[in-house]
């Protein structure tokens, strides 16, 4: 059975944005599909959000990973540390990023808590050893992302991007109940 297992952004849940109408979506199409509720949302850190990854994840050629905004950060993090050995199925990053945008910054608390995604390297030849799948959704207003880190993805992982017109962060704030193109993406990579 191939398996999708969600991450959802800081301050996120299981239950927001179009992670359970993804889920429902999936199901009858016959996937299983984890949405886990990450550790202290509001103050994620790299260890505690690879931990939960690691407990909850059989990874085989079946599993299929999708990470939005920091989950896209956790979903690398958590790749690179696998033994060289497993394949998974392939890998969609929606609204993922390595830097952040100015209008990011709107508290002090957030600089802190991001520092350590930002300044911690990731090892993309370690990712890469594990699919040769990655996608990447982007929008071209996203207020926290820049328009450029879709390069870097492009680059550092050889991922295809679509890039999607007026759609936010594609988080909740922006109306996102549902996303048809990344249903529509992750059914054509796990054919």
């Avoid at 407990?55 to 956790?74: F, M, R």
């Avoid at 929606?94 to 002090?108: H, I, M, Q, R, Y």
């Avoid at 957030?110 to 982007?138: G, V």
Wanted: aromatic share 10%; charged share 25%; with cysteine.
């Amino acid at each position: 059975m191939k398996t999708v297992v969600m991450v959802h952004g800081w301050g996120g849940s299981p239950n927001g944005d179009w992670f359970q109408w993804m889920k429902s979506e999936l199901e009858k199409k016959n996937f299983k599909v984890i949405v886990p509720e990450m550790p202290n949302t509001f103050f994620p850190t790299i260890k505690e959000w690879v931990a939960k990854l690691n407990e909850i994840i059989n990874p085989d050629k079946d599993t299929y990973l999708i990470g939005h905004s920091i989950g896209c950060q956790t979903v690398m993090r958590y790749l690179e540390q696998l033994p060289i050995q497993t394949k998974i199925g392939g890998v969609i990053f929606v609204a993922g990023w390595f830097n952040l945008s100015d209008g990011t910054w709107d508290e002090k608390y957030t600089k802190e808590i991001a520092k350590q995604w930002i300044e911690t390297p990731i090892s993309f030849e370690k990712i890469k050893q594990h699919t040769n799948k990655f996608l990447a959704i982007q929008s071209d207003n996203d207020p926290y992302v820049p328009l450029e880190d879709k390069e870097i993805f492009k680059e550092k992982l050889n991922t295809k991007v679509v890039l999607l017109h007026n759609k936010g962060h594609m988080a909740s704030e922006d109306g996102a109940k549902d996303l048809p193109e990344l249903l529509k993406q992750l059914l054509e990579m796990a054919k």
